[in-house]
C-alpha cells in the first residue's frame, strides 16, 4: 500500500516536526519510504486541493495531513480553519480516502512546538498511525 | 434490521462507556448482538468516512456514532466538531440513512464521564434509542 | 394543499406547545387536519433527515420544523445547531420545498417557555405562518 | 436586462428602507421598475429559497437580497446567518449568477436604522449597486 | 501559463496595496502582464462567483484572490467571511484549480495597512507567491 502526505510549508520549524512524527509512524509500520509520497504546499490554506490531487489518482491508502496553523493578531487563522477541515472531509467523502489529521490549530508557538516534538504526542505521528488504522480498516470492509 | 456503531477508540474509558450503552438500548429493544456490526476508528474525525462506508453498503436500518471530543488547551476540539457534525449529516441525507449522535463534546473530563455512566442518561443509550425510533420512523414512512 | 410538521420529541413540554401553535396557524388558514402530515423524531439532530424523507415525497407544499434546542453545561447544543440549520437549507435548496423554522435555540428554558405558549408569538405558529406564506408564493411563481 | 429583488417582511420598517434604497440604485442606473421583481418573503430564513427560485427562471442578470437580523435574546439569529449566507453564495455558484447582500445583521435597533436611511450608506442600496456592477461584469465576461 | 487576479474594490485604499504585491510577484517570477487578468468586483462577497467565473474557462493556472474584510461595529464583516472562505475552497476542489488567499481579515484599519504595504509581509505577494508554487505542483503531478 502506497501513502500520501501533504505538508505546509509555513511555520516550517513546526511542519517539519510533524513530518517526521508522520515518517517515524510509516517507519515503524515498515512502509518503505519509498511507498510514501511528500507533497509540499505553502499554506494550510492549500492543503486540501493537494489532498484532492492526490485523492482522485486512487493510488494511496491514506492522505495524511500536515500543517500548524498558529493563531496571530488578525482572525486570518480562524478563518482558514473554518475552510480547510470540512473541506478535508468532503475529500475523504467523495474519494472514500481517509484524510487523516496532522493540522495543528494552536494558541500560541509553544503549543505548536510541544505538539511536533520528536516523541509519540507528536500529531505527525498520531495522524500517521491514525492513517494506518484506518486502511487497515478500509482493507477488511 | 441491522445497526452498526461506529466507535472512535481516541478518550477509550469514555467512548466505552458510551458503546455499553448504546449496546444496553440494543439490547433492551432484543436486536440479538449479531446483528449489531462494531466499527473502531482512531478518533471523532475518522467518524464520518466510517460512517459512509456502512451507509453505502445499504445494509443498516441506521448507524449509531460514538465518540467523546474533550476540550483541550489548544482549538484543536472545535475546528474537528465543526467538521464532523456537518459531515454526519451529509451521510444521512446521502444515503436516507439515520445516523444518530453518541459523540459527545465537553468541556470537561467530569462531564464526559457523566455522560458515559451506566444510566439512561449515557449519550451512547441515547444514541442507540434515536437509531432504533428512526428505523422505526423509516419503515413506515 | 398537504403540508407536514417535523416535530423533536426532546424537550417535549416545549415542542408541544409550539406544535400547537403550528397547528392553530393551519386551522386559522382553514387547512384541514388531515391535510397535516406529523411525524416525530427523537431530537433536533434529526429533523433534517425527517424533513428530507417528507420533501422527496413532493407531496407537501411546505415543511415545518418544530423543535427545541436549549443551552445545556456542553456544546452539545451548538454543534447540533450548526449542522443542523444549513441541513434543513439543503434540503429547501434540493427539492425546492419551504422549510419553515419552528426550531428555537435557547440560552435557559424560560426563553424556550416563553416562545412556545398560547400566542402570535409562538415559534411553532410563525414557522406555520411563513409555510403558508411561501407555499402561497411557490403557487404564484 | 432584468433585475429581482428577494425582501423579507421580518423587522419591516428596516426592510422597507432598504428596499427603497436598492430601488433607488436601479433608478440611477435607469433600470426602468418594470424590469425589477420584487419577491416578499417571510423572513431572512426564507430569502435563499426565494433566490434559487428565481436564478433558476434564468430571467435575471443579478439578485439582491434584502433583509434585516437584529440580535435578540437567544442565538436564533446567529443561527439564521450560519444557514442563509453560505446557501446565498450556493444559488449564485449553482446558476453562475450575482446574488448580491442587502441582508443587515445588527447587534442593535439602532445599527439597523442607520444601514437603511435614505443615503448613499443604504445597505439595499449598495447591494443594488453591487448588482449593477456584477451584471456588467457578467456581460463583458 | 495564464494568472487571474479577482480585486474586491471596497476598501479600496488596501486592495491596490496588496493587488500591487500580487503583481510584484508575478513579475519577480517573469509572468509578463499579458498573462495577467485582472477582474475587479464591488466587494469580498462576490469574490467567490467571480473566481468561479474564472475557473471555468480552464485558462489561468491559478486565480488570486484580493480583499479586505474589516471589522465593523456589526457582524456584517463575519458573516461574509463565514461564507466567502468556504466557497472558494468549493471553487478550487469543482475546478481543480488553486485560488489562494489575499483576503485579510482585520480587526483594525492599522493591521490591514500593516498587511497590504509594499513588503514581502504583503498578502497579495504572498498570495500571488503561492498561485505560482501551487500552479508548478500542478504542472509536475
Given at each position: 500500500m502506497h501513502y500520501a502526505i501533504v505538508v505546509a510549508n509555513f511555520n516550517q520549524e513546526i511542519t517539519e516536526g510533524l513530518l517526521h512524527g508522520a515518517l517515524k509512524a510509516f517507519k515503524e509500520a515498515r512502509?518503505?519510504?519509498?511507498?510514501i509520497k511528500i507533497v509540499r504546499v505553502p499554506?494550510?490554506?492549500?492543503i486540501p486541493l493537494a489532498a484532492h490531487l492526490l485523492a482522485r489518482t486512487?493510488?494511496?491508502a491514506a492522505i495524511v495531513t500536515v500543517g500548524a496553523v498558529v493563531k496571530g493578531a488578525t482572525t486570518h487563522d480562524y478563518w482558514i480553519n473554518h475552510a480547510i477541515f470540512p473541506a478535508l472531509q468532503e475529500v475523504a467523502e467523495e474519494y472514500m480516502i481517509p484524510v487523516t489529521l496532522g493540522i495543528i490549530t494552536c494558541n500560541t508557538w509553544k503549543q505548536a512546538e510541544a505538539r511536533s516534538?520528536?516523541?509519540?504526542?507528536?500529531r505527525g505521528y498520531c495522524a500517521a498511525k491514525a492513517a494506518l488504522n484506518m486502511a487497515e480498516l478500509f482493507e477488511k470492509t
Open positions: 512502509v518503505p519510504a519509498s511507498r499554506g494550510a490554506w492549500e486512487k493510488k494511496y516534538r520528536n516523541n509519540h504526542d507528536n
